[in-house]
């Protein structure tokens, strides 16, 4: 049937007409409504934006409030406290209280903030002061006077009606007017729900987003009462950068390589006036170590303890000139310092890494070094802990790192393989330890220890353990410094039973087995073996040479490892220096 709108009766195109245009608008409020219109359905954060019963809390371009473990607490004299939890969370996971001195300490990268529970006191890097608020302990939580904190974690803190607003001084700052009175919208539509009014030259704070997660010509912003929501670009003019990005500088512009010199009380630093070191940037003297008394556990006292935790120098007329000459050969000094443990003694150590003020004893005996002797950095050597000093140990180095930092003083950790023993391997963190010093050093000799016959360093040890820092314990390769060694060991055994392991620099191992031994190349640890009977003995040797050493270094390269160290200078090849120099690009 043909249907003709003009035939049919005058009331039933009426009805008709009506019933279109009902139609068209029930279309034209689904479009509204997929823009943001009914914000019930929409846009159901608006609803969490902002809590009305509480303080709310903004952190930079985010209302945190709904997530925080504890409510923000506003005391009568406008003192803001921030819970422990929370700063783990937001500032600081390293945070800890410490229940033997009844404080509370915090870090960043370049600040230790010690609060003494209850007290109006607050010790930065080794300064105290006295502020407004204190830390307290309320319904079992203890809270920090984040308003007195803004040079500790590097931020601005305003109020504004019933919020805090915290803002990172390290993280860009854009800001703009209003050019006229407009609105700030819960959603980059015009639809959306209105959050508030802002008057025209009133400046709000631009936010740093993905440019692909927002509607062309919207952008994110935060008002001085700090709403947060979205309005037109257009709207907006005077846009100027406030402050630039932060952006974290490697203590080295290029590959680490680092020769690690030993000296003693007895043994000086030399006199290198007229003598450089080809292939390297960084020198790292033994100038520094604990002298630890074995005195039995049973028989420690407390003056003990505080003596031997102490840090001894062995640096003098000589060392000063060694600093100077590697400076004026622009080398870094990054001085060692070693605990020098041994298993007689791992009691007295324990007894000192476990316990805050004599670990600040340690460290404030460091940072006068290192500033007495205008070093570059320092090299941490602390060996054969228990296991259950990991902790400990760690928070020695949340400690010491941003107070060195603090100061454009480098520290570089020295650590053992992740598959050791006890005292020997789990006594490390390494992930912390990558996280928070500069440099990790993967100590990469001593493989098979003193007894076990085998390679002091294998290409396929190292390369597991290397796999391991980076994907078992989560350590940036750019923070990863391969330590290799210049010696091997030449054992010597009968029936089968080791006698002794000697060690033998690689400058000498021509001069140290025969010359009619046959030298068999070892594919998996990449090294040649030789072994003979001398004597009545039986001998082995994994061979250390350029050709061992040359494929070593090439996991620096492969793995984009920070470089490469090398224990240590004056047992290696004259050789090997042109290795170092090529493979790491000096």
Same mark, same amino acid.
């Given at each position: 049937?043909?249907?003709?709108?003009?035939?049919?009766?005058?009331?039933?195109?009426?009805?008709?007409?009506?019933?279109?245009?009902?139609?068209?608008?029930?279309?034209?409020?689904?479009?509204?409504?997929?823009?943001?219109?009914?914000?019930?359905?929409?846009?159901?954060?608006?609803?969490?934006?902002?809590?009305?019963?509480?303080?709310?809390?903004?952190?930079?371009?985010?209302?945190?409030?709904?997530?925080?473990?504890?409510?923000?607490?506003?005391?009568?004299?406008?003192?803001?406290?921030?819970?422990?939890?929370?700063?783990?969370?937001?500032?600081?996971?390293?945070?800890?209280?410490?229940?033997?001195?009844?404080?509370?300490?915090?870090?960043?990268?370049?600040?230790?903030?010690?609060?003494?529970?209850?007290?109006?006191?607050?010790?930065?890097?080794?300064?105290?002061?006295?502020?407004?608020?204190?830390?307290?302990?309320?319904?079992?939580?203890?809270? @920090?006077?984040?308003?007195?904190? $803004?040079?500790?974690?590097? +931020?601005?803190?305003?109020?504004? #009606?019933? *919020? =805090?607003? !915290?803002?990172?001084?390290?993280?860009?700052?854009?800001?703009?007017?209003?050019?006229?009175?407009?609105?700030?919208?819960?959603?980059?539509?015009?639809?959306?729900?209105?959050?508030?009014?802002?008057?025209?030259?009133?400046?709000?704070?631009?936010?740093?987003?993905?440019?692909?997660?927002?509607?062309?010509?919207?952008?994110?912003?935060?008002?001085?009462?700090?709403?947060?929501?979205?309005?037109?670009?257009?709207? @907006?003019?005077?846009?100027?950068? $406030?402050?630039?990005?932060? +952006?974290?500088?490697?203590?080295? #512009?290029? *590959? =680490?390589? !680092?020769?690690?010199?030993?000296?003693?009380?007895?043994?000086?630093?030399?006199?290198?006036?007229?003598?450089?070191?080809?292939?390297?940037?960084?020198?790292?003297?033994?100038?520094?170590?604990?002298?630890?008394?074995?005195?039995?556990?049973?028989?420690?006292?407390?003056?003990?303890?505080?003596?031997?935790?102490?840090?001894?120098?062995?640096?003098?007329?000589?060392?000063?000139?060694?600093?100077?000459?590697?400076?004026?050969?622009?080398?870094?000094?990054?001085?060692?310092?070693?605990?020098?443990?041994?298993?007689?003694?791992?009691?007295?150590?324990?007894?000192?890494?476990?316990?805050?003020?004599?670990?600040?004893?340690?460290?404030?005996?460091?940072?006068?070094?290192?500033?007495?002797?205008?070093?570059?950095?320092?090299?941490?050597?602390?060996?054969?802990?228990?296991?259950?000093?990991?902790?400990?140990?760690?928070?020695?180095?949340?400690?010491?790192?941003?107070?060195?930092?603090?100061?454009?003083?480098?520290?570089?950790?020295?650590?053992?393989?992740?598959?050791?023993?006890?005292?020997?391997?789990?006594?490390?963190?390494?992930?912390?330890?990558?996280?928070?010093?500069?440099?990790?050093?993967?100590?990469?000799?001593?493989?098979?220890?003193?007894?076990?016959?085998?390679?002091?360093?294998?290409?396929?040890?190292?390369?597991?353990?290397?796999?391991?820092?980076?994907?078992?314990?989560?350590?940036?390769?750019?923070?990863?410094?391969?330590?290799?060694?210049?010696?091997?060991?030449?054992?010597?055994?009968?029936?089968?039973?080791?006698?002794?392991?000697?060690?033998?620099?690689?400058?000498?191992?021509?001069?140290?087995?025969?010359?009619?031994?046959?030298?068999?190349?070892?594919?998996?640890?990449?090294?040649?073996?030789?072994?003979?009977?001398?004597?009545?003995?039986?001998?082995?040797?994994?061979?250390?040479?350029?050709?061992?050493?040359?494929?070593?270094?090439?996991?620096?390269?492969?793995?984009?490892?920070?470089?490469?160290?090398?224990?240590?200078?004056?047992?290696?090849?004259?050789?090997?220096?042109?290795?170092?120099?090529?493979?790491?690009?000096?």
């Amino acid at each position: 049937m043909d249907y003709n709108m003009e035939e049919k009766p005058k009331k039933e195109r009426k009805f008709l007409k009506g019933f279109f245009k009902l139609i068209f608008i029930l279309v034209i409020l689904a479009v509204l409504a997929a823009g943001g219109l009914f914000v019930l359905k929409v846009a159901p954060n608006y609803f969490v934006n902002e809590i009305t019963d509480r303080e709310n809390l903004v952190l930079n371009f985010s209302n945190v409030t709904g997530r925080m473990k504890h409510n923000l607490i506003v005391d009568e004299n406008d003192v803001i406290y921030l819970s422990m939890d929370d700063i783990a969370n937001y500032y600081d996971k390293y945070i800890y209280y410490d229940k033997e001195y009844n404080q509370i300490v915090t870090s960043t990268d370049n600040k230790l903030a010690v609060f003494k529970i209850d007290e109006n006191k607050m010790t930065v890097n080794g300064n105290t002061t006295q502020i407004k608020g204190k830390a307290i302990e309320k319904n079992g939580n203890y809270y @920090l006077p984040i308003s007195d904190m $803004e040079e500790v974690y590097n +931020v601005k803190i305003t109020k504004a #009606d019933n *919020k =805090v607003i !915290i803002e990172s001084l390290d993280r860009k700052s854009t800001t703009a007017t209003a050019s006229k009175n407009i609105q700030i919208k819960n959603k980059a539509t015009f639809f959306s729900k209105t959050l508030e009014k802002v008057q025209a030259n009133e400046k709000v704070s631009i936010a740093e987003v993905d440019d692909n997660s927002l509607p062309a010509g919207w952008v994110k912003v935060r008002t001085q009462n700090g709403t947060i929501g979205y309005v037109e670009e257009k709207s @907006l003019s005077n846009k100027k950068v $406030e402050r630039e990005q932060t +952006v974290y500088e490697s203590p080295m #512009d290029e *590959k =680490v390589s !680092i020769a690690w010199e030993y000296f003693s009380e007895y043994f000086k630093a030399p006199d290198n006036t007229g003598i450089t070191y080809n292939g390297v940037n960084v020198v790292s003297p033994s100038f520094f170590n604990l002298k630890l008394k074995d005195t039995g556990k049973d028989n420690l006292t407390t003056n003990d303890v505080a003596d031997m935790a102490k840090i001894n120098e062995n640096v003098g007329e000589q060392g000063v000139k060694y600093i100077n000459w590697a400076h004026q050969n622009n080398y870094k000094v990054w001085a060692k310092v070693s605990n020098e443990t041994l298993s007689t003694t791992i009691d007295e150590f324990s007894c000192i890494i476990n316990d805050y003020e004599l670990r600040n004893v340690m460290i404030n005996d460091i940072l006068a070094y290192a500033q007495r002797y205008k070093l570059d950095g320092i090299n941490l050597d602390f060996e054969y802990m228990y296991k259950e000093d990991n902790e400990a140990f760690s928070r020695f180095i949340i400690e010491l790192a941003p107070q060195l930092r603090d100061k454009g003083i480098c520290l570089s950790v020295d650590v053992t393989a992740p598959d050791g023993g006890d005292n020997w391997s789990l006594c490390y963190n390494r992930k912390l330890i990558g996280d928070v010093a500069d440099y990790i050093v993967f100590m990469g000799y001593d493989q098979n220890g003193t007894t076990k016959i085998g390679t002091t360093s294998g290409y396929n040890w190292l390369e597991l353990n290397i796999n391991k820092f980076i994907n078992n314990d989560g350590v940036n390769p750019e923070k990863i410094i391969l330590g290799l060694p210049f010696y091997t060991k030449l054992w010597q055994t009968k029936n089968g039973e080791t006698i002794k392991g000697i060690s033998v620099g690689m400058n000498s191992v021509d001069n140290s087995i025969p010359a009619s031994a046959t030298k068999d190349w070892l594919e998996d640890v990449q090294q040649y073996y030789v072994q003979y009977d001398q004597n009545g003995y039986t001998y082995k040797m994994w061979i250390e040479d350029e050709k061992s050493f040359s494929r070593k270094m090439d996991l620096v390269n492969d793995y984009n490892l920070a470089g490469a160290g090398y224990w240590r200078k004056g047992l290696e090849s004259v050789r090997v220096w042109n290795i170092i120099k090529e493979k790491l690009g000096l």
